[in-house]
Structures are given as C-alpha cells and as structure tokens.
C-alpha cells in the first residue's frame, strides 16, 4: 500500500502536528483520501486532513495524546459523509524513519476500527510522521490484519518521498 499528499496538505498536517496543546504533549489529526488504483500497485490518495479539536483531547498524563469518543465520532461521521479513507495521524518530533510506539501499536488499532464498517470500501489506517518521514499501518477494505505503509509521496515541487520500504 502507498500513499499519495498533495504538498499543500503535506505541510499544513505538519505545521498543525506541531502546534502545542494546553496539555497534551502531542496532536492528532484525521486525514481522508480515496483508495486508487494502478497496474501494479495501490495506493490512497489524501485529500485532506481534519485536526482534532483542543476540547476533545483526554487529560492523560500516561500518553502523549488522548482523545475522546467525541473526536473519533466527528472522524467517523466525516469519513461516511466523505466516503473516504480514513487515517489516525500523530508525529514523532525527531529526524529520520519515525515508528509506533508500543502504546500506538496497542490503542490506535480498535480506534480505526469502526471505519471499516462506515466505509467498508475504503481503506483505514494509522500514520506517524517525523520531521522528515512517515511510517503507517493499513488495513485493506474488510481485511483486519494490518500491512506496512510501503511507501509516501509528497506530491509537489519538489516530489518527496518519504517511508519507502523494501516490497
């Protein structure tokens, strides 16, 4: 699986990933695109990106950022209006190839979930970014067993490629 951004969607996810929060260490974002296909290859295209909003995080200390049903409901009621994918987004604040944490591994799984029964024909996943890589978990339409994000493209002047694995 790979995935495609537009650079303007590229750099607006980043600049919000980074803004600080009152008490959470880390953002959230959802982003949402469509599943495409090619000869060789499938891919999501994100078309956009929404950020969970300041009164939907979770005071809790145990994690970087918490949030609640409210925030994943507005995500799921997107993604369905949208018919979209639909992506968990966080960061990494460092350099070079970024990676889930044991915690990430443990709690984004169920929150992605529910997509897969909103938008049964779209793809669902969670993304990691750092200040120059990406790193993500798929899962395909009706599959409940994740595959590595192969690959991210940052579509643009100039072209990115960001998290590109060994197929």
């Known amino acids: 699986m790979h995935v495609r951004l537009a650079m303007d969607v590229y750099t607006a996810l980043q600049k919000e990933l980074r803004r600080p929060h009152p008490f959470a260490a880390e953002r959230v974002a959802f982003a949402y695109g469509r599943q495409a296909m090619s000869s060789k290859k499938s891919f999501v295209i994100i078309a956009d990106f929404d950020s969970v909003e300041d009164d939907d995080y979770e ?55 529910p997509f897969m029964h909103v938008v049964p024909t779209q793809p669902r996943g969670i993304l990691v970014m750092s200040d120059d890589d990406c790193a993500g978990l798929v899962w395909r339409p009706r599959e409940v067993r994740p595959v590595t994000l192969l690959e991210t493209v940052v579509v643009g002047a100039p072209m990115q490629f960001l998290g590109i694995a060994h197929e």
């Open 59 to 113: 005071d809790d200390t145990s994690v970087g950022a918490r949030i609640g049903a409210v925030a994943i409901n507005k995500a799921l009621r997107r993604a369905a209006a949208l018919g979209a994918a639909a992506f968990h987004v966080h960061a990494h604040l460092h350099s070079g190839r970024p990676w889930f944490s044991k915690t990430d591994l443990r709690e984004l799984p169920p929150v992605m979930e």
